[in-house]
């Protein structure tokens, strides 16, 4: 039996990178799992892939097409999760946006729309995952997407490392409120990784003059990583599926880190 075996979770940000491998290894590992993502053909193209891939346990994969800034779309994504499998268990709050601009440069469109993905997304995300839980009784498990950008300010993306400063912050605040309904709360913060987002915000910060070339900044930042390496999303779903079993039941109100050593704090 896999170490989240019957487990309902939802995923979302799914479509590609950290949130789909986070979603397949949870699939790999017994869990139901329903992918999410604002881009809905894409994301079910996702579901669909995983269907095939597991054969005759295709019945453990759903899809939702979700904004997770509209309550309303949360909400609904999490009723279709429960009318498909049953309950809720684990939710990874784990869509994000990140658009670099230079300190001096950053609007208010730029904060807005980056602080509402990644900090009123996640706490909506929370809510909704909480209400169905407590309504549901038997407890849960809420984890979220941070990032080194949670542990010190880099000049070019300013609105994204207050964004996932805020995940910090919901992520102990909901671990203390959560804690009588045997919720617990955890995150993750990945660093430098191989995956669609790095390669468009390389092209960003080219196109704003922080880069002068393809891969300038991954290189820069891999510089480094005590591991000498970025990362692959296969390096962060050890420690996503951990979060998400019995294994981790005694934490709550805690970010690990898996950034190859890059920020030690």
């Not at 995300?125 to 010190?152: D, F, H, L, V």
């Not at 909901?174 to 995150?187: F, N, Q, S, W, Y």
């Not at 599926?241 to 294994?247: I, R, W």
Request: a negative charge; one cysteine or more; glycine letters at 10%.
């Amino acid at each position: 039996m896999g170490r989240v075996s019957e487990r309902v979770c939802i995923v979302t940000g799914a479509a590609r990178g950290i949130g789909r491998a986070i979603g397949e290894a949870l699939l790999n590992e017994g869990a139901k799992v329903c992918f999410a993502d604002i881009n809905g053909e894409q994301v079910s193209e996702v579901a669909e892939a995983n269907r095939s891939r597991l054969n005759g346990n295709s019945d453990n994969v759903t899809s939702a097409a979700v904004d997770v800034t509209d309550r309303e779309q949360v909400r609904a994504m999490v009723a279709h999760t429960v009318e498909t499998f049953g309950r809720l268990d684990v939710k990874f709050n784990n869509a994000g946006v990140n658009k670099p601009m230079n300190f001096m440069d950053v609007t208010e469109d730029n904060w807005n729309f980056i602080m509402g993905v990644n900090g009123l997304g996640c706490m909506i995300g929370m809510q909704e995952a909480a209400r169905q839980m407590i309504a549901q009784g038997g407890g849960g498990k809420i984890i979220n997407t941070a990032s080194i950008a949670s542990r010190q300010g880099f000049d070019n993306v300013a609105p994204y490392c207050a964004s996932k400063w805020a995940v910090v912050s919901l992520t102990q605040s909901a671990a203390r409120d959560l804690a009588k309904h045997d919720i617990t709360v955890t995150g993750f913060a990945p660093g430098v990784v191989a995956t669609e987002m790095w390669e468009q915000v390389d092209q960003d910060l080219m196109e704003i003059g922080a880069a002068e070339r393809p891969g300038q900044a991954m290189d820069e930042f891999s510089a480094e990583i005590l591991r000498g390496r970025v990362a692959k999303p296969a390096d962060i779903t050890g420690t996503t599926t951990f979060l998400a079993s019995k294994d981790s039941d005694y934490m709550t109100g805690q970010i690990v880190m898996i950034d190859g050593g890059m920020t030690l704090v």
